[in-house]
């Protein structure tokens, strides 16, 4: 396999991390700063305790100040809008994150938006959204951040590349959409989803491919140009009887189906998962001093 086509997420998201762990170091040493990023988790949804425990890790590793509140499930809203408020109130707190999804009985935009739009870290309030879309500063969501980040730490081009994003949602498929739109990176830009007539025929124009659908294997190598560079965000857990536990993760992209065709792919995992964490240390550091994308 030519590994030089991988886009290598575990290589550029150490990479982020290690320059955000010396500016940490620097603005401590500089003006006393020491960043702050409060998780708010609600229930027991396994997946949402991995992802905090692992975002948890990684502010120790990088000499974050962390505090995680676990809530139970049947936890009132008004409780963790007062929560809410209490850490947009404490200074030491730069960074605030209500993991997704929330049980359904609480309305999650309501929570989003009561997250002051200073310590928004996930990039998910509107202030920051619409910030993003007239291409002013702002914090961008962690997952298409680090897309931009590897694609430019790996040389790929994006001006006046034709740029299908496969998936409109509200974390990737349109903070995509809206950074290849930004004059840095200057590309065209479609948008597909579930009621578009025929993928294919937008895909196989595209010069950059990203899936962000939650289908394994969703794209085929029949869809895709040869030479694309292709971006699969997907993370799907699948049966394989030879694993050790019996399942294992795998992207939106049969990625040994398209690997041949690709000028560059990420592969799954390894790839833009990693990124993600590494962006979200990236905006609590941009948060803690006062800077954003
Ligand atoms: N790597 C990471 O760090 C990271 C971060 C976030 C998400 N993810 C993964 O990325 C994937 C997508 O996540 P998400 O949160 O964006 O998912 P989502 O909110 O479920 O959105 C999926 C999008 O795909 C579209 N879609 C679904 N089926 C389709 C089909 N058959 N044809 C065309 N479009 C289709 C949907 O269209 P409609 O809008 O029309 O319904 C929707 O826009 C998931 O596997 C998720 O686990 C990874």
Do not use: W
Not at 33 to 61: H, M, T, W
Not at 250 to 279: H, R
């Amino acid at each position: 396999m030519d590994s030089d086509k991988i886009i290598d997420g575990r290589l550029y998201s150490s990479q982020v991390k290690a320059e955000v762990k010396e500016e940490t170091e620097r603005l401590y040493i500089e003006k006393g700063i020491q960043p702050g990023l409060a998780f708010i988790l609600v229930g027991d949804n396994p997946a949402s305790q991995v992802y905090v425990r692992n975002k948890g890790k990684a502010c120790e590793e990088i000499g974050f100040h962390s505090v995680t509140k676990v809530l139970p499930e049947k936890t009132e809203e008004n409780q963790i809008l007062d929560l809410i408020k209490e850490y947009n109130e404490d200074s030491s707190i730069h960074g605030l994150l209500v993991q997704l999804p929330l049980p359904k009985h609480i309305n999650e935009e309501k929570v989003i938006e009561s997250i002051d739009f200073r310590k928004d870290v996930d990039g998910f309030h509107p202030h920051n959204v619409g910030k993003l879309l007239i291409g002013q500063k702002c914090f961008v969501s962690c997952t298409p951040y680090g897309i931009v980040e590897m694609m430019k730490r790996s040389g790929i081009e994006t001006k006046g590349k034709n740029t299908v994003i496969i998936g409109r949602s509200n974390i990737v498929g349109k903070p995509m959409a809206a950074l290849f739109l930004r004059k840095d990176l200057n590309s065209t830009v479609t948008v597909c989803h579930s009621a578009t007539k025929d993928i294919k025929e937008y895909s196989l124009n595209a010069d950059i491919l990203v899936a962000a659908i939650g289908k394994a294997g969703f794209v085929k190598s029949d869809m895709v140009k040869e030479g694309a560079v292709i971006i699969d965000v997907g993370i799907n857990r699948i049966e394989d009887k030879s694993a050790p536990k019996g399942t294992r993760l795998t992207g939106d992209v049969d990625f040994e189906g398209c690997f041949p065709k690709a000028s560059k792919i990420t592969p799954v995992p390894g790839g833009v998962g990693l990124m993600t964490i590494a962006m979200l240390m990236r905006n609590t550091l941009d948060a803690a001093s006062g800077k954003m994308y």
